[in-house]
């Protein structure tokens, strides 16, 4: 066996990615790494300026190709089209890095659990789980059609483990609007886990790599009795930042992974450790 050279086993060159949410606070940052490394980008986002916009930083920043492409997660038929417009721009797909969530009314999605709605609860899993069937299973095809196998990365959330701890909240805002952490989001994340299990077992035979993130808290709007009640929860005494999140998605989407599929990489400064 030749000697392996570890350093080129990150290097993405000559695959495309697609990043779903790709527009937000960290689908920015994780399309920014994965074209960095080298891939092809794909970004795709609800917002379709926002995703342009952002496929041509990429283009400019770091030589490779990208585009912006428009999806409504909830929907089949745009998801299809996705896939398809994907396939033909770049000539296939062999990254997927599902980071898309769904944004909800604020006061509904603050409601006690008690008071919760259904319409509200349905409207979190319709992006959070249900588009993370419907993209997996859109691409898994694409995936399989090119023989070729491939990566899958799954943005959990650290309450998707465990449950939040409702006295953080207590004066705690984002962007001057009170927040929580309310049941559906951990079920919701909760699922994500499960899904990615599921998935690394069910593909491993046709090379389809499945894994997933699991980001705890990311400094973006909080105020600062927020940032204060939940670093003094965190071992290492602090929020993440965005940037924090990327190195583990360029492992998982790169051959340096190569024999790691069923996973759950925990990001979140010790918090599940306590």
């Given at each position: 066996m030749s000697q392996v050279?570890?350093?080129?086993?990150?290097?993405?060159?000559?695959?495309?990615?697609?990043?779903?949410?790709?527009?937000?606070?960290?689908?920015?940052q994780f399309c920014r790494?994965?074209?960095?490394?080298?891939?092809?980008?794909?970004?795709?986002?609800?917002?379709?300026?926002?995703?342009?916009?952002?496929?041509?930083?990429?283009?400019?920043?770091?030589h490779v190709r990208s585009e912006g492409v428009a999806c409504d997660l909830t929907s089949p038929d745009s998801v299809d089209a996705m896939v398809k417009k994907v396939?033909?721009?770049?000539?296939?797909?062999?990254?997927?890095?599902?980071?898309?969530?769904?944004?909800?009314?604020?006061?509904?999605?603050?409601?006690r659990y008690e008071d919760?709605?259904?319409?509200?609860?349905?409207q979190m899993l319709s992006v959070d789980l249900n588009g993370m069937f419907l993209v997996t299973q859109g691409v898994g095809k694409q995936m399989i059609l090119q023989g070729t196998g491939g990566s899958m990365i799954q943005t959990a959330s650290i309450y998707g483990i465990m449950s939040p701890d409702q006295r953080i909240y207590e004066g705690s805002f984002y962007n001057n609007?009170?927040?929580s952490s309310p049941a559906v989001y951990t079920a919701a994340k909760g699922g994500v886990v499960a899904l990615t299990r599921y998935l690394a077992t069910y593909w491993a035979p046709k090379g389809i790599r499945v894994n997933s993130i699991t980001p705890g808290g990311v400094e973006s709007g909080q105020n600062e009795e927020f940032k204060k009640r939940y670093s003094n929860r965190i071992p290492m005494g602090r929020m993440?930042?965005?940037?924090?999140?990327?190195?583990?998605?360029?492992?998982?989407?790169?051959?340096?992974?190569?024999?790691?599929?069923?996973?759950?990489?925990?990001?979140?400064?010790?918090?599940?450790?306590?």
């Open positions: 050279r570890f350093k080129e086993l990150f290097d993405l060159k000559g695959k495309t990615a697609v990043v779903t949410g790709g527009a937000g606070i960290l689908g920015r790494g994965l074209a960095e490394f080298g891939a092809d980008v794909a970004v795709i986002d609800l917002n379709e300026s926002a995703a342009k916009e952002l496929a041509g930083e990429l283009c400019r920043d770091y396939t033909r721009t770049f000539g296939g797909i062999h990254i997927l890095h599902s980071n898309a969530t769904k944004s909800v009314d604020q006061d509904a999605y603050l409601d919760y709605s259904l319409e509200s609860w349905q609007r009170p927040i993440a930042r965005s940037h924090e999140m990327v190195s583990a998605v360029i492992y998982l989407a790169s051959d340096a992974s190569s024999y790691v599929t069923g996973q759950n990489i925990i990001i979140d400064g010790g918090l599940n450790a306590w």
